[in-house]
């Protein structure tokens, strides 16, 4: 049996969990989430906790694990959200909000707008270079924060491009110089 599945999921205070079959809708002061997980496993909710059962048949102690996690990311995302701090680094680099829209300056011949999926929200610092995509649901917020990094990756000669904050990005040496002059 799984280790994390194990774990019983603590219900906090505002939280409500309806669980019908193998859909699980959880509802929170941020939102709602819905998901439906496999029809064999067992989930219930009792005495403040969410618990995940797996049958005794082979192949279910990884979904077991993965189910839990998965209630789990809901309820932390009703409760308090999750957001994902992006850096934009170069020069003439910037991030600004168009409404609910993000448009970024990252040394193209055009700007890239990008519109926000329904439950994302972007925000940008004063800076112009440190913006922020928050939501509820843990996989649509680090999914968009992926496509935004891959529009302009950091590149590892100057370091420039759309990273993710705190990345360390390997840098490398460049051209070590000319010898010799051409004469």
């Not at 448009?103 to 055009?110: C, K």
Request: glycine share 12%; net charge positive; hydrophobic share 35%.
């Amino acid at each position: 049996m799984s280790r994390i599945g194990k774990l019983p999921i603590k219900i906090p205070a505002g939280v409500k969990v309806h669980i019908e079959g193998s859909t699980v809708t959880i509802q929170g002061p941020k939102g709602q989430l819905q998901q439906t997980f496999d029809p064999n496993l067992k989930i219930q909710a009792q005495d403040g906790q969410i618990t995940v059962t797996p049958p005794d048949a082979p192949g279910y102690k990884a979904l077991h694990g993965l189910t839990r996690a998965l209630i789990n990311n809901m309820v932390i995302g009703v409760t308090n959200g999750y957001q994902r701090t992006l850096e934009v680094e170069g020069v003439g680099y910037r991030a600004e909000l168009q409404g609910k829209n993000l448009v970024l300056s990252v040394g193209l011949a055009h700007q890239l707008t990008i519109e926000p999926p329904p439950g994302i929200t972007f925000t940008v610092d004063k800076s112009q270079r440190i913006f922020t995509i928050e939501g509820i649901d843990k996989r649509l917020v680090g999914e968009m924060a992926a496509k935004i990094r891959l529009m302009r990756p950091p590149e590892p000669y100057k370091g420039k491009g759309i990273r993710y904050q705190g990345e360390k990005i390997r840098r490398k040496a460049g051209k070590a110089g000319k010898t010799g002059a051409a004469k």
